[in-house]
């Protein structure tokens, strides 16, 4: 049980990795993952993050047993953990297959995006356990799928499918089986291409912050990257960015 990570073409690949217990999160994994960001976020060599779990399995939510031992301090730290995935400063995708429940949801729902695989099931589960849903993870949940599907999910725990999770924002692709892990390998080396200094400022942006635009402006203005940008089209070449996080 442990969180493993690689880098690889500018990619960092968290791996869930408790598949005996279909990849539920310990006090320990969830303790583990915001230092783990820390560093990754740090590297220059990062410029985007994948998250899925073992196997066919996402995440099937935070081991129970843990639960049972230190409820409170449990869900603290998974708090902390979903808080730091949300603030990771570059773009994060979920590629999800099979179970997606519980801890699992929001961890996923903490990412940039979510890539899933036909089969894969949906689920915020605390009204199972009595447990209080975070006010910060609530509104997460909200504002990808709206106060109707929301109170869908926490009020019955019921899984959803794939498919209307796509349909109802919760996830923004589903591929066929066996074709997630190229897709998400294709459009992570879009990102990678792509401008840092807009995916930093529209992160920023799309998450709410409503204060910075003063502070953007002038990265743009002395980053290069518009120049940059703007001439790489003109000659037909590919841009060669260079603001980083």
């Known amino acids: 049980m442990e969180l493993l990570h690689s880098v690889t073409d500018g990619v960092a690949t968290v791996v869930i990795h408790h598949p005996a217990k279909r990849n539920a999160m310990t006090v320990g994994m969830w303790r583990a993952l915001p230092p783990l960001l820390d560093g990754l976020a740090a ?21 129970i047993s843990t639960l049972r031992e230190s409820p409170g301090e449990a869900q603290a730290l998974a708090g902390f953990a979903e808080e730091a995935l949300a603030a990771f400063p570059k773009p994060s995708l979920a590629a999800v297959r099979g179970y997606c429940v519980g801890g699992g949801s929001q961890l996923a729902a903490a990412c940039d ?5 036909e089969g894969a099931l949906f689920g915020v589960t605390p009204a199972k356990l009595g447990i209080v849903y975070p006010a910060s993870s609530t509104r997460r949940l909200v504002s ?13 725990g019921e899984l959803i499918d794939a498919e209307r999770a796509l349909r109802t924002g919760l996830v923004d692709e ?47 203005r002395g980053s290069g990257d518009t120049a940059e940008g703007v001439a790489a089209f003109l000659e037909r070449r590919a841009p060669r960015f260079t603001w980083s996080v």
């Open 43 to 63: 590297d220059p060599a990062v410029r985007a993050l994948v998250l899925t779990g073992e196997g066919d399995t996402f995440c099937a939510g935070a081991d």
């Open 113 to 117: 995006l979510r890539f899933a695989e």
């Open 144 to 156: 990808l799928v709206g106060p109707g599907t929301a109170k869908y999910l926490l009020f019955s």
């Open 174 to 220: 589903v591929l066929p089986v066996g074709e997630l892990g190229k897709r998400v390998g294709e459009f992570t080396r879009v990102l990678v291409s792509r401008s840092q200094l807009t995916q930093a400022a529209a992160k920023e942006f799309a998450n709410g912050r409503t204060d910075r635009d003063a502070h953007w402006a002038e990265q743009a």
